[in-house]
């Protein structure tokens, strides 16, 4: 008899457990929305928007979910709203069971400050354009000169790359000139002198070259000895002096 009336508890369990599974379903999507909760995850590091921008964009966007039924709330649907936003990486939307939207934001993150023409933009780390913002400004090396939106991207996004990774560079390179014919002139920020790169084609050799240089000879006679630096030809660095 004891096995007899297990074996119809045993039965019984799994169509007890969708029940209930689907009462709690339909509880919850009646559940309405309480509140919003916006989280930017990097706004350590990084102030490009804020939780009160997104705020608002979710307003103007009319995709408030306050106060509406969680069944009736599509947060894929802000998810894409929100990435709309040119200063937002990701976006993430999710319904917590007391009634709370969370909406998770990461920002994107740039590298390098692009100034062409009437155009300033920043390339982001994964080399595309991302558009400056007046609530905010990020301190990075400085590209100036004949740019294009084509040039930005191919060329000077993997110099941004090691300039990025490379802790000496980071802090040494100031401004990045380039000329109409596409030719690379660097302004340091210490010393006054102008480093000639040349073309951007193999520009890491030519740094590690001027490196080089820096440590075993500027090091020694004075960082203002030379105007001008030149690395345009393969291995070789010619320096000129500085008239007196």
Same mark, same amino acid.
């Given at each position: %008899?004891?096995?007899?009336?297990?074996?119809?508890?045993?039965?019984?369990?799994?169509?007890?457990?969708?029940?209930?599974?689907?009462?709690?379903?339909? @509880?919850?999507?009646e559940?309405?929305c309480?509140?919003m909760?916006?989280?930017l #995850?990097?706004? @350590?590091n990084?102030?490009? @928007?804020?939780?009160?921008?997104?705020?608002?964009?979710?307003?103007?966007?009319?995709?408030?979910?306050?106060?509406?039924?969680?069944?009736?709330?599509?947060?894929?649907?802000?998810?894409?709203?929100?990435k709309?936003?040119?200063?937002?990486?990701?976006?993430?939307?999710?319904?917590?069971?007391?009634g709370?939207i969370?909406?998770?934001?990461?920002?994107r993150?740039?590298i %390098?400050?692009?100034?062409?023409g009437f155009?300033?933009?920043?390339?982001?780390?994964?080399?595309?354009? %991302?558009?400056? @913002?007046s609530?905010?400004t990020?301190?990075?090396?400085?590209?100036?000169?004949?740019?294009?939106?084509?040039?930005?991207?191919?060329?000077?996004?993997? %110099?941004?790359?090691?300039l990025?990774?490379?802790?000496?560079?980071?802090a040494?390179?100031?401004?990045?000139?380039?000329?109409?014919?596409?030719?690379?002139?660097?302004?340091?920020?210490?010393?006054?002198? #102008?480093?000639?790169?040349?073309?951007?084609?193999n520009f890491?050799q030519? #740094?590690?070259?001027?490196?080089c #240089?820096y440590?075993?000879?500027?090091?020694?006679?004075?960082?203002?000895k030379?105007?001008?630096?030149?690395?345009?030809?393969?291995?070789q660095v010619?320096?000129?002096?500085?008239?007196?």
């Amino acid at each position: %008899m004891k096995k007899f009336f297990k074996y119809i508890l045993v039965s019984l369990l799994p169509a007890y457990l969708i029940t209930s599974l689907i009462l709690y379903s339909s @509880t919850h999507d009646e559940q309405r929305c309480i509140r919003m909760e916006i989280a930017l #995850l990097d706004s @350590t590091n990084t102030h490009f @928007t804020s939780a009160q921008e997104i705020r608002k964009q979710i307003l103007n966007e009319s995709i408030d979910p306050t106060g509406k039924p969680l069944g009736s709330i599509n947060t894929e649907k802000m998810e894409k709203i929100l990435k709309k936003n040119q200063l937002i990486a990701r976006a993430e939307c999710y319904k917590s069971p007391s009634g709370i939207i969370r909406i998770d934001i990461e920002q994107r993150v740039p590298i %390098m400050r692009i100034i062409s023409g009437f155009e300033s933009y920043y390339i982001d780390e994964n080399g595309d354009i %991302m558009p400056t @913002t007046s609530s905010f400004t990020a301190y990075l090396p400085l590209a100036t000169g004949y740019i294009t939106h084509s040039y930005a991207k191919s060329q000077l996004y993997p %110099m941004a790359v090691y300039l990025k990774n490379n802790p000496f560079w980071d802090a040494q390179i100031e401004q990045i000139y380039v000329t109409e014919n596409n030719e690379i002139e660097l302004i340091p920020r210490i010393g006054d002198n #102008l480093i000639l790169l040349g073309k951007i084609d193999n520009f890491e050799q030519k #740094l590690e070259n001027l490196q080089c #240089l820096y440590e075993q000879a500027l090091s020694k006679v004075g960082w203002n000895k030379y105007d001008t630096i030149n690395l345009k030809y393969n291995n070789q660095v010619i320096c000129s002096k500085r008239d007196k």
